[in-house]
């Protein structure tokens, strides 16, 4: 076998140094790319950790700004907030409560840490009785009559000042109705960040525990997406851009490399990535047995969906990430 091109190319020349590396890596990843996820729920000074997601915690009311505070110190400019109610029932109502735990949330987050861009979940699962994103009518998810309910549910986290919606629900049409909803409200400049490709996975386990989420039967499978398809997503995307969606993102990311990649071909919109609950446990596990090099493995991590052609994404890791690029990650 002979090799044309060798001794005239090596690669190794590039990579003979720090700076060199430095000066042709494509890829960088910035505190600015990083949406930090937070979870409020009721009581005060309560700072309870999740236990499926060490270093990841409840916060109420009187405490949650501090640690908005905080990530924003670091440079984080983003938040998304979920939240746990005190009271659950069949339709939700918490969702789209005025003062439900959410909405008093971002109006305090507004207050104290204004610089802080603030997104919220747009989804009834935390707030039924059933776990489900839908309104439940004989044992089945019916999609119609839960899209009044989600704009509703828009409309209040905008009036109490949220920056960006991000509805979850994989309802058909919810963007086209949040949207008009919005505009209706006088909130027609308010983005709309649509969970576009949201599969139906395992890797939301511990998310489910730490917002007590977890449907109470069936699962999600009617309404989000099946793992195997790829060019279904690719559907769901464009329907999302025509009904007025701003970003749009795939969820999970780390098993959806694939799917980012392809939608980012697709579509110009900005789009983001969910690095979820599971993917942060596995890691969070393993580097707790000290069978992997935390840091080194979640920059990895992030710069493979970052290079998968995300512009944004939502991680636990955000605080720690933020810390690890000041100091020259
Ligand atoms: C639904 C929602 C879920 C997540 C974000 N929004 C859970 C689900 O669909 O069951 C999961 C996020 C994660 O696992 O980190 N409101």
């Known amino acids: 076998m002979t090799y044309p091109a060798f001794p005239v190319s090596r690669p190794r020349r590039l990579r003979a140094s720090q700076t060199v590396r430095d000066l042709v890596r494509e890829t960088h990843l910035d505190v600015g790319d990083l949406i930090y996820p937070l979870f409020v729920t009721h009581g005060s000074g309560?700072?309870?950790e999740i236990v499926s997601m060490p270093g990841q915690y409840r916060w109420s009311l009187d405490r949650v700004c501090e640690e908005a505070a905080e990530a924003a110190e670091l440079g984080i400019r983003a938040v998304i907030l979920f939240g746990i109610p005190e009271e659950k029932d069949e339709v939700g109502s918490g969702a789209y409560d005025d003062v439900g735990i959410v909405q008093q949330a971002v109006r305090r987050l507004k207050r104290d840490v204004p610089s802080l861009f603030v997104i919220t979940d747009v989804c009834?699962?935390?707030?039924?009785?059933?776990?489900?994103?839908?309104?439940?009518?004989?044992?089945?998810?019916?999609?119609?009559?839960?899209?009044?309910l989600l704009g509703r549910t828009a409309v209040s986290h905008a009036r109490a000042g949220a920056d960006m919606v991000a509805p979850s629900d994989?309802?058909?049409?919810?963007?086209?109705?949040?949207?008009?909803?919005?505009?209706?409200?006088?909130?027609?400049?308010?983005?709309?960040l649509s969970y576009a490709a949201k599969y139906a996975s395992a890797f939301y386990g511990p998310f489910r525990d730490a917002a007590h989420s977890a449907p109470a039967f069936g699962?999600?499978?009617t309404y989000q997406m099946d793992p195997g398809n790829a060019r279904e997503a690719l559907r769901e995307v464009a329907l999302d851009v025509e009904e007025g969606a701003d970003v749009v993102m795939v969820k999970p990311a780390l098993s959806y490399l694939d799917i980012i990649r392809r939608v980012r071909e697709a579509t110009d919109l900005s789009l983001a990535a969910y690095n979820v609950s599971g993917e942060y446990a596995?890691?969070?596990?393993?580097?707790?047995?000290?069978?992997?090099?935390?840091?080194?493995v979640v920059l990895e991590i992030l710069t493979s969906i970052k290079?998968?052609?995300?512009?944004?994404?939502?991680?636990?890791?955000?605080k720690d990430v933020a810390r690890w690029l000041r100091e020259g990650a």
């Open 46 to 48: 309560v700072k309870e």
């Open 124 to 148: 009834l699962d935390e707030f039924t009785s059933h776990g489900h994103c839908g309104l439940v009518e004989d044992g089945r998810i019916v999609n119609d009559p839960t899209l009044p």
């Open 170 to 192: 994989m309802m058909d049409g919810r963007v086209a109705v949040i949207r008009a909803a919005l505009d209706a409200a006088g909130y027609a400049e308010t983005p709309i």
């Open 219 to 221: 699962d999600r499978r």
């Open 282 to 296: 596995m890691v969070k596990a393993a580097a707790g047995r000290g069978w992997i090099d935390e840091r080194r």
């Open 307 to 318: 290079r998968a052609g995300a512009d944004l994404i939502l991680t636990y890791h955000a």
